[in-house]
């Protein structure tokens, strides 16, 4: 057959295809697949300036370099035709805006010259798309030469350097999901995605999911994806939106843990505006009841951690346990913490409201546990100083610090009885004084004021019971000092109040990468201690009382209690 009539016969069975669809099986549709890979983004920075000096060069370099569109295509631009083989996918170091260009010795070659690049190392893009804090200075040479009339770079460094703005610029924060091993409940894990061309970020999102937890929930946070599961074909899109992933290799899996896998993808696709999923094992649908699926397939995981609205805040003024209201304070709390029964100095409701944790003064310190409405019992834990109590999600366990230097976890049973429990809190306690902690509303992490900077940590749990603070770190150490209080704002961001009056109250990704320190009109430094949570506003004390600060407070804080002695907390 000739050549030409092989296009017109082809042209006429795609014809057929399409226009005649009715003739094909209902269970065999017919779809067009489109292959989410690389596609057009927004036009390249440009390229280096006519005769610019090799200072100029590379400052120029580092700039084009945080667009990573076609392989850094115009970073590239930059480069002599012999360093185009520079493997710019070795790393990604992330670089505060201000830097140096100097040269490394004086030029001795008309052609040939060393530049050195002087500036602050933040951190590190990972391999998994985390972002991994390692503040250090940086000096590195970089090679230029000659090439025709124009200076080129001829040895550039191993990876990409990027300045922070460019990389917030071009690369979007996501949250990849992973599970509570105890509770089964999603768990969100900060990732950076190249944010252009979009419709890669739905392959780019199943390749952090394969990639399992990272370095800063390893041991806390597991998968219900087996390390064997790989992608049978490319991640591709339907003419009605869904997107489909087809995974292989999986291994057996009973009906629970494909449920679980399906949500884990689920979830962190919607972090990519992928709404609806077709999930196969294989080639056949994940979930043999749903061919495609979509958040709401999950409404027992979806909300596994949502705040509860109807659970309001408490706030200890003056020795009582009162209510939080939208506008002020509420109704003395139900029995005798409302009534001044105990003189509290901090209190804390369990996720679901039922219960009360809550720290008096009659004698040193105590912690006290108890269900609302009614009296509250000694739990057998006194120190001279004794941290707001912190709920675990279930409403099990109360975490605290005593005497600023032992982390003390408490089991709650359903009578109400506390017994001490075990924690390896080494890895935290062995950084210096702890001022402050709580548990993150899921359960997964730990947020502490040691010698007045900010601690984070994952709380891993082993399958015998065994309980530890793990992979902790100190967030922006530099920036981040002279705090006094800490809560969790949401699962990836922390709210921090302090003495430092150009940081007195800042906001800041769980792993230090954005850091937004927010305005103290009003206030009277310094602050004593921090509250919020989940669509809850941000509450400070400071040495007139209790501080609003929400979105209908216009940018300023408004004042909630005139008392020094206010201390309040959201439920967890």
């Keep these: ?283 056949a649908p994940m979930l043999t009841d749903q061919a495609v699926v979509a958040r709401d397939s999950f409404p027992e995981l979806a909300s596994a951690n949502d705040p509860r609205p109807d659970v309001s805040g408490v706030v200890v003024v003056n020795g009582r346990a009162r209510t939080l209201a939208p506008t002020g304070l509420g109704d003395p709390l139900a029995g005798p913490p409302g009534a001044g029964a105990y003189d509290l100095s901090s209190a804390t409701l369990s996720a679901d409201g039922q219960r009360l944790a809550a720290v008096n003064r009659l004698t040193g310190r105590q912690l006290l546990v108890g269900r609302v409405g009614g009296p509250l019992v000694p739990t057998g834990l006194q120190g001279s100083a004794l941290t707001r109590p912190s709920w675990s999600p279930s409403g099990s366990e109360v975490w605290t610090v005593r005497n600023g230097a032992a982390v003390i976890r408490l089991l709650i049973d359903q009578a109400g009885h506390a017994s001490p429990a075990p924690v390896d809190d080494s890895a935290l306690t062995a950084l210096g004084q702890l001022s402050d902690l709580r548990l993150s509303r899921d359960g997964m992490r730990v947020a502490a004021i040691v010698n007045g900077m900010l601690a984070v940590g994952a709380v891993a749990r082993s399958p015998s019971g065994a309980v530890a603070v793990r992979n902790v770190r100190m967030l922006l150490p530099n920036k981040l000092t002279s705090l006094t209080s800490v809560d969790w704002r949401a699962t990836d961001q922390i709210a921090v109040a302090g003495r430092r009056p150009d940081a007195a109250v800042s906001l800041v990704s769980v792993d230090g990468l954005d850091l937004h320190p927010l305005p103290t009109n009003n206030l009277t430094l310094p602050l004593i201690a921090i509250a919020t949570g989940p669509g809850r506003p941000l509450l400070v004390t400071d040495q007139n009382g209790l501080w609003s600060f929400g979105a209908d407070d216009l940018g300023s804080w408004r004042q909630l209690v005139g008392s020094v002695t206010s201390v309040a907390g959201f439920p967890g």
């Design 1 to 283: 057959m000739r050549p030409g009539w092989v296009r017109v016969l082809l042209a006429v069975l795609a014809a057929a295809l399409l226009g005649g669809c009715a003739t094909v099986p209902g269970d065999s549709t017919v779809q067009v697949l489109r292959k989410i890979t690389e596609g057009d983004g927004p036009a390249l920075p440009p390229g280096p300036m006519d005769k610019a000096n090799p200072l100029d060069l590379v400052r120029g370099f580092v700039n084009a370099s945080g667009s990573n569109d076609n392989h850094h295509a115009a970073a590239r631009r930059f480069l002599t035709v012999a360093a185009q083989s520079w493997d710019d996918s070795a790393s990604l170091t992330v670089l505060a805006d201000e830097f140096d260009t100097v040269y490394a010795r004086t030029p001795g070659d008309v052609n040939r010259a060393v530049v050195r690049l002087r500036g602050n190392q933040l951190g590190r893009r990972t391999s998994d798309g985390s972002f991994m804090q390692a503040g250090a200075p940086v000096e590195i040479d970089i090679q230029v030469a000659r090439e025709g009339d124009d200076w080129r770079i001829d040895g550039p460094p191993s990876g990409t350097i990027v300045r922070l703005t460019d990389f917030q610029a071009n690369f979007k924060p996501v949250r990849a999901y992973f599970m509570d091993p105890v509770q089964h409940s999603p768990v969100p894990d900060l990732r950076y995605l190249p944010a252009n061309p979009a419709r890669t970020m739905p392959s780019r999102m199943v390749d952090a999911l394969l990639a399992g937890p990272s370095e800063s929930l390893a041991g806390a946070a597991v998968t219900a994806i087996p390390p064997s599961a790989r992608l049978r074909s490319n991640v591709a899109e339907t003419p009605d939106g869904a997107v489909i992933v087809d995974l292989t290799e999986l291994g057996p899996l009973d009906d629970g843990q494909r449920r679980l896998l399906a949500a884990q993808v689920v979830f962190s696709l919607a972090e990519v505006n992928v709404a609806h999923v077709r999930l196969l094992d294989d080639g």
